[in-house]
């Protein structure tokens, strides 16, 4: 869902969201069609497959479109890698016991470890972009007790 998000803003921008509606309108069909036939056949399983296929579907198809309305340079196999990453990484964290609240929460920085590593390597995010994000959360935090005092204080 949130590369599709990312690559409606082409619609918005352009102004053409009726065009997005009939994206997500083909996207609502399948997964309302795939949850019908799938949660018969699989269970509840059947609905978490076919919101995946509709989200993947919704995706590929604005990604093909979106381009003809706002030319943006998005980086798709960057994307799809981290999703990948993701996903592999959930799967793996179901083989660990969860009994356990310590062993958990090492297994799940263990993870989280490996994430930040494989968004390196794969050159989603760089250094700059920690510092940047290390710059950033240091100012909200400093400009934090005035910001509370104005909500909690001030006259609206």
Same mark, same amino acid.
């Given at each position: 869902?949130?590369?599709?998000?990312?690559?409606?803003?082409?619609?918005?921008?352009?102004?053409?969201?009726?065009?997005?509606?009939?994206?997500?309108?083909?996207?609502?069909?399948?997964?309302?069609? !795939?949850?019908? %036939?799938?949660?018969?056949?699989? *269970? /509840? =399983?059947?609905?978490? &497959?076919?919101?995946?296929? @509709?989200?993947?579907?919704?995706?590929?198809?604005?990604?093909?479109?979106?381009?003809?309305?706002?030319?943006?340079?998005?980086?798709?196999?960057?994307?799809?890698?981290?999703?990948?990453?993701?996903?592999?990484?959930?799967?793996?964290?179901?083989?660990?016991?969860?009994?356990?609240?310590?062993? !958990?929460?090492? %297994?799940?920085?263990?993870?989280? *470890? /490996? =994430?930040?590593?494989? &968004?390196?390597?794969?050159? @989603?995010?760089?250094?700059?972009?920690?510092?940047?994000?290390?710059?950033?959360?240091?100012?909200?935090?400093?400009?934090?007790?005035?910001?509370?005092?104005?909500?909690?204080?001030?006259?609206?």
């Amino acid at each position: 869902q949130c590369c599709y998000t990312i690559i409606s803003s082409a619609f918005f921008v352009s102004g053409e969201t009726k065009q997005w509606l009939r994206i997500l309108a083909f996207g609502a069909v399948i997964q309302v069609g !795939g949850s019908i %036939i799938l949660v018969q056949i699989i *269970g /509840i =399983f059947g609905a978490a &497959i076919s919101m995946t296929c @509709a989200n993947f579907a919704i995706y590929i198809v604005s990604s093909r479109l979106a381009p003809q309305y706002w030319e943006v340079p998005y980086q798709h196999g960057k994307i799809i890698s981290v999703i990948v990453i993701v996903s592999v990484l959930s799967y793996l964290r179901g083989f660990w016991p969860r009994e356990d609240i310590l062993m !958990g929460f090492a %297994i799940n920085f263990a993870l989280f *470890g /490996i =994430f930040i590593l494989g &968004i390196f390597v794969i050159g @989603a995010v760089s250094l700059d972009d920690f510092k940047k994000a290390k710059a950033l959360i240091e100012a909200k935090i400093k400009d934090f007790p005035k910001r509370l005092y104005i909500f909690l204080f001030s006259k609206r």
